[in-house]
T-cell receptor, first 115, second 120 residues
Framework: AQSVTQLGSHVSVSEGALVLLRCNYS??????LFWYVQYPNQGLQLLLK??????LVKGINGFEAEFKKSETSFHLTKPSAHMSDAAEYFC?????????????FGKGTRLHILP | DAMVIQNPRYQVTQFGKPVTLSCSQT?????MYWYQQKSSQAPKLLFH???????NEADTPDNFQSRRPNTSFCFLDIRSPGLGDAAMYLC???????????????????FGPGTRLTVL
């Protein structure tokens, strides 16, 4: 069975400060991992994904995440927050052997950017 | 641009009145998913189609049904909406041609903009 835990349902950072959103996963097989972003009244947009290639993954909008097997973590970072980064962020996991690519989502972290 | 389209974006229905939500895709993906997302919660998978094969999640109420008449379209039918069914409904697609020729596997899911359902 797979699961994802996102630490902190709300995170606030000042504009220009480092963004760090935490995600820990549990999986019995080497997983695929994702970060999605959701703006109000919108669908989910893929930020980045880990598929067992490079452990440091770069995504859109200046975000990146590092897969750390020893810590079972896949934290999302951005060096300098922008007001437009305010949104809900979901970490997710899937089983590469699952033909249907079903995704297990974390509960989400709402990112607030302070001026 | 290839995309996932959901219509309408906002839907209002009355308690107990059947409602249908629509999803179409121009990506030619073989898997389509329906999610329910309530306020400040993660999306919850209701069911998905792998090609024509329908896969229902164990905890999806019987009140929710789905149809996929062809590759491009998928519908979500709520037979008797209750107040608790008010939510954002998200459609997503992916392609997973394991073991057969075709487009490369996408791995991630591509989401539509969602339909926000209000039940009066």
């Amino acid at each position: 069975a797979q699961s994802v835990t996102q630490l902190g349902s709300h995170v606030s950072v000042s504009e220009g400060a480092l963004v760090l959103l935490r995600c820990n996963y549990s999986s019995s097989v080497p997983p695929y991992l994702f970060w999605y972003v959701q703006y109000p009244n919108q669908g989910l947009q893929l930020l980045l994904k880990y598929t067992s290639a490079a452990t440091l993954v770069k995504g859109i909008n200046g975000f990146e995440a590092e897969f750390k097997k020893s810590e079972t973590s896949f934290h999302l970072t951005k060096p300098s927050a922008h007001m437009s980064d305010a949104a809900e962020y979901f970490c997710a996991v899937s089983d590469p052997q699952n033909r249907d690519d079903k995704i297990i989502f974390g509960k989400g972290t709402r990112l607030h950017i302070l001026p | 641009d290839a995309m996932v389209i959901q219509n309408p974006r906002y839907q209002v229905t009355q308690f107990g009145k059947p409602v249908t939500l629509s999803c179409s895709q121009t990506l030619n993906h073989n898997v389509m998913y329906w999610y329910q997302q309530k306020s400040s919660q993660a999306p919850k998978l209701l069911f998905h189609y792998y090609d024509k094969d329908f896969n229902n999640e164990a905890d999806t109420p019987d009140n929710f049904q789905s149809r996929r008449p062809n590759t491009s379209f998928c519908f979500l039918d709520i037979r008797s909406p209750g107040l608790g069914d008010a939510a954002m409904y998200l459609c997503a697609t992916s392609t997973t041609p394991l073991g057969r020729p075709g487009p490369l596997r996408t791995i991630e899911q591509f989401f539509g903009p969602g339909t926000r359902l209000t039940v009066l």
